[in-house]
């Protein structure tokens, strides 16, 4: 029997994973194909093929899957620094006094997007999630931008961009920029975040 108070996220996670499960039997019996679908597939192949081809797409918190409507932020990289991904402590204090907020434990995801003029920033946002699972996505050359995070969840806002970033699949392939400018060659990557 379905939870009656599951969130939306919930729903549609379970609705995923009943989909992975029809997708899954079609694998096992040797007629699912991700590719075009054959001219003697039957309806019901086709619509399974369809369903394994949008599944492909990981799904993760703040993707905007949930909510269409809510408006997207373009990224040219991001980050996640947290005290573990830093030499010592104090090095990860340094890092969160340049960018203007507390040293937290969770550590903080830094997006790097632009203003409304055009102009390079660094948005200092609390969406860890959020942002290892677009991370994720991005380890496989999948383009894609998370939903705009509510100014609840975003601690500062920086001029430039700030760290070396990963930098999204879409962005390198616009530009041909892989790497974040002053980020080659810094032992530690603090300079970049002067």
Not at 42 to 51: E, H
Not at 120 to 128: A, D, E, F, G, K
Request: hydrophobic residues 40%; charged residues 25%; contains cysteine.
């Amino acid at each position: 029997m379905p939870d009656i108070d599951a969130t939306d996220g919930e729903y549609l996670r379970e609705i995923e994973l009943l989909a992975n499960d029809v997708v899954n039997r079609a694998l096992d019996e040797g007629w699912l194909t991700f590719d075009t679908d054959p001219d003697d597939a039957t309806p019901l192949q086709r619509a399974v093929n369809a369903l394994g081809r949008q599944l492909r797409q990981y799904h993760f918190e703040g993707d905007g899957c949930v909510d269409p409507d809510a408006p997207l932020v373009g990224l040219a990289g991001a980050l996640l620094v947290r005290p573990t991904t830093v030499l010592s402590e104090q090095e990860y204090a340094d890092i969160c006094e340049r960018l203007g907020v507390e040293a937290r434990p969770q550590g903080w995801a830094l997006w790097h997007t632009w203003d409304r003029k055009g102009r390079p920033i660094t948005m200092v946002t609390t969406r860890i999630s959020t942002t290892e699972g677009m991370l994720l996505v991005w380890s496989k050359g999948r383009h894609m931008v998370p939903a705009r995070p509510p100014r609840a969840a975003v601690a500062a806002i920086v001029r430039g961009w700030r760290g070396p970033a990963v930098r999204s699949p879409g962005y390198v392939a616009e530009t041909g920029v892989a790497e974040a400018a002053g980020t080659e060659g810094a032992a530690s990557g603090l300079s970049s975040f002067g």
